[in-house]
């Protein structure tokens, strides 16, 4: 009985996003006054290729009903300016969220990092670029944001309609039901765009590796979360364009691949803000010579710029925020010192390897009345998923850096 009520559900959602069912019996029907709302769905660390593993039937039938591919991650594949630029369609050199620990010298004496709320909630890190829902907010369009990096900040003075602060503590279910609360609403005043994060994936990754049992658990908790969106969705009536995206893959890594950096240039040098897939380093003053000579030399799996001097391919480099040195390991390799390795043995998952790397692919799929059903769209860069987000949401689209790629091969037309 359990299993026929789930399918049944499963139907009605079906119905729910694809144009070409009737509409549920008493449930309105889209209008200019009751819009259909887009839906945006983050599994932070959700590799392109877990699709494959067979434990996420929700995301493996909503893949088969709408557009299923996968994104490359801008550089650095990091989680807050990967998520960043999905929601302003900007490379992170040019929205300034250009790592997940960074300093600009227009805010002296401040680390911005994940872990501080105090710079997390300070426009002052955001305002180089315009998420989606700041422009949709101008356009007269409501939106709700559940914990989706920036939106605890007034980014351009504006904030979403409703929005939380993170906390990573809040359950997947819990996430899912104020998603279907903020829809439960009078459908004058249900939000046009909502934005849902979770991390669960991204956490396993991190702690066992990608190929990890732990790793397959939450990814079918994650799945069973949409599920319940799915059912919510349609229990309600709703007909939504859902985009459920990813940030960045995952790649294993190994105590024994590992580059001590403390073999490389003397801890007088300089200092690291960022350590492991990915290295900023600022040198010591009048250290300045002596840590460019130590790290800008060929090394074994290893590649170090200074600013400025960063491959084009990795559009990087420009922007005020961005380390006077970055060194990128080859993936699956981490840079560690003597100490951090004594602190914790490297092992599990890491991300923020080179974007092309396949590890590094993440997932993009889109499913309800605006999307063509059963498309696999091609590999693109994540920067194309705003103008996809604009288009569904009959906005403006802010200047950008993202193409047509999604929209052409997304989208009905």
Known sequence: MIRFARAALAALFACSL????ATRPGAPAPTAERPTPTILVSIDGFRADYLDLGVTPELSRLGRMGAQGAIRPSFPSKTFPNHYTLV?????DHHGIVDNNMRDPQIPGVTFRLSDRGAVTDRRWWDDGEPIWVTAERAGRSTAIMFWPGSEAPVHGVRPTEWRAFDQGTPATARVDQVLAWLDAPAEKRPRFIALYFDAVDTAGHNYGPGSDQVKAALRDTDAALARLTEGLARAGVRANLVVVSDHGMAEISGARVI?????????????????AFLT???????????????????????????GQIPAVHRYGTHRRVAPILCLPQTGWEIATTASLARRAVKGGDHGFDPAAPEMRALFLGVGPAFKPGVRTPLTDNVDVYPLLARLLDVQPRPNDGGQTLIEAALVR
């Open 18 to 21: 694809l144009s070409a069912c």
């Open 260 to 276: 001590r950096l403390d073999e490389v240039v003397p801890q007088e040098a300089g200092e690291t803000l960022t350590m492991g």
């Open 281 to 307: 380093y600022y040198p010591a003053v009048g250290h300045e010579e002596q840590a460019r000579a130590a790290l800008l030399r060929p090394h074994d799996h290893m590649t170090c710029w200074a600013k």
């Open 88 to 92: 302003t369609g900007l490379r992170p």
